[in-house]
């Protein structure tokens, strides 16, 4: 109702009674931003919903590190404890274990530094700029992570600003930082561990449906010989570093929950086809990139386009969605293999027919995503590469010693699942 309302207050007439010319532009407009609004909402939703598990586990980590510190150490203000849990838990999904450590020896160097300084210099906005300082450059110097360079130089902030009126903060501060990557680990391992696959199942899941989606889009702009429809796909599929980036974090934090959590060692060997899919699906997305971008001139050199072709790059999208959606269920992904093999076998008809130069480009891009695609699959690399040139056909290249027509053995499809 609120858009037929907004129609028909773009819907005006000139004086002369034609329509007003901007109106298309103007309900395209409203249009494209009522449908990124739809899209940044989705988009937001499942944001929250991949970051429910680490809030939890974060929020239930802070009030056992505060319970710890203040009921079992006796320390009246354990502000540091919380802080340090939660510092583990929600900055470095993967790397807990690793990211505990760093904050205890960032603390130790800060707490070392900024005690030393402030023994011999006093305190003051000089004294603090030379304790950050010496404190980043140490650690700096000796080869310390980004995260134990921050620990250090806020430990000794800390130090300096607060030692005038809290006496003894220095032991609190390393224990408090124990304390709470301790239960940060705790909480990680034993009372709240995460299901890997279902945090794997939601990450691939943006990747993976953005490829699908844009290798269907191309797919149609080839059928169409819709130019703007390819190079649509082309821009969407270029901004896919998000996707790719909570993927792989999803994959180091599943291998970290499976190893530190008791309950999860059982889904080792299940996290292993997720864990062997990550490059071949970056691969994937690289090479579609590579065949969007060639349909793109194939369609502005008006070259000859095989009626099989948008097909091959329609079945490549469908393959990634029943990868997707094998993955998901836990199922051997035999039915995307097929659909892959089924994308060779097309693109083979489609060289078959004569195309040109970016047509042949396309053809072998089909050819090579179709590959990683079964290789995220869970085949090898040889496997797939022979399954590909089995669908594929042999085709007897111009020049080669044939009769007067170069013969072509069209390649037999596999079956659809």
Not at 388 to 414: D, H, I, K, M, Y
Request: with cysteine.
């Amino acid at each position: 109702m609120a858009r037929e309302r907004v129609s028909r207050l773009l819907r005006r007439s000139t004086p002369d009674g034609r329509s007003d010319i901007d109106t298309a532009r103007i309900s395209e407009a409203v249009a494209q931003l009522h449908h990124r609004g739809k899209a940044t909402l989705r988009d937001r939703l499942h944001r929250v919903r991949l970051s429910l598990g680490v809030a939890a586990q974060a929020g239930l980590a802070a009030g056992l590190a505060w319970l710890a510190a203040h009921e079992l150490l006796g320390n009246p203000q354990p502000v540091f404890a919380p802080i340090s849990a939660v510092g583990t838990l929600a900055v470095s999904v993967g790397q807990r274990f690793r990211r505990t450590i760093e904050l205890i020896i960032g603390v130790g160097v800060g707490v070392a530094v900024g005690d030393l300084l402030v023994y011999f210099l006093g305190t003051g906005p000089w004294q603090l700029a030379l304790v950050v300082t010496a404190a980043i450059v140490l650690t700096v110097f000796a080869g310390g992570s980004v995260a134990v360079v921050i620990q250090a130089a806020a430990t000794a902030v800390l130090i300096v600003t607060l030692s005038p009126s809290v006496e003894d903060l220095e032991i609190p501060r390393f224990i408090d930082a124990l304390v709470g990557g301790s239960c940060a680990l705790l909480v990680t391992a034993i009372l709240l561990p995460l299901n890997p696959l279902r945090v794997l199942n939601r990450a691939a899941r943006p990747a993976l449906i953005l490829l699908a989606d844009q290798l269907d889009l191309a797919a149609e702009g080839l059928g169409e010989q819709d130019r703007d429809k390819i190079q649509t796909a082309l821009e969407r599929l270029r901004d896919n570093k998000a996707e790719l980036a909570t993927f792989s974090e999803a994959i180091e934090g599943a291998k970290e929950t499976a190893m530190l959590s008791p309950a999860r060692w059982h889904r080792r060997s299940e996290l292993t086809h997720y864990a062997e899919a990550a490059d071949p699906i970056e691969r994937a997305m690289r090479n579609s990139g590579t065949l969007i971008r060639r349909a793109v001139t194939l369609v502005e050199d008006d070259e000859p386009l095989p009626e099989p072709m948008p097909d091959a790059v329609g079945h490549l999208a469908e393959s990634v969605r029943l990868l997707q959606k094998e993955f998901a269920q836990g199922d051997e992904p035999e039915k995307a293999r097929e659909r892959a093999l089924r994308a060779v076998s097309e693109a083979g008809r489609a060289y078959g027919r004569g195309v040109g130069f970016s047509g042949s480009v396309v053809v072998a891009q089909v050819r090579t995503t179709a590959s990683d695609l079964l290789v995220a699959s869970g085949l090898s690399q040889e496997e797939a590469n022979r399954l590909v040139r089995r669908s594929f056909g042999e085709l007897e290249r111009p020049g080669a010693p044939a009769g007067p027509e170069p013969a072509v053995q069209q390649p037999t499809a596999p079956p659809v699942g």
